[in-house]
């Protein structure tokens, strides 16, 4: 069994910076791909960005230059660093994993607010 647990919301003013951190807990298993995705309010969640397990990246444009998504493959962790955070940043932000041993499947974090003022 696999279980997320995300860390590192919060409100900060724009122009600041948040770290997000997502750990897989459990035993047995190994994982792929994994991103962070966010749902603003009244809106459609969307990708953020994501990471291979060889480390090769993909960001929306919206957050290019600004956020940096990595990894750390032997705690099973991927975080989010923001930078230069912008009050349209404001979202519900969740991770998600792609297991692909013992078993194929994807699985979502429970979300982390993310607020940014102006």
């Known amino acids: 069994q696999v279980r997320l647990v995300e860390s590192g919301g919060g409100l900060v003013q724009a122009g600041g910076s948040l770290r997000l951190s997502c750990a897989a807990a459990?035993?047995?298993?190994?994982?792929?791909?994994m991103g962070w995705y966010r749902q603003p309010p009244g809106k459609q969640r969307e990708l953020v960005a994501t990471?291979?397990?060889?480390?090769?990246?993909n960001y929306a444009d919206s957050v290019k230059g600004r956020f940096t998504i990595s990894r750390d493959n032997a705690k099973n962790t991927v975080f989010l660093q923001m930078n230069s955070l912008k009050p349209e940043d404001t979202a519900v932000y969740y991770c998600?994993?792609?297991?692909?041993?013992?078993?194929?499947?994807?699985?979502w974090g429970q979300g982390t607010q993310v607020t940014v003022s102006s």
């Open positions: 990471i291979t397990s060889g480390g090769s990246t």
């Open positions: 459990g035993s047995g298993f190994r994982l792929n791909r």
């Open positions: 998600k994993v792609q297991v692909e041993w013992p078993r194929n499947y994807e699985l």
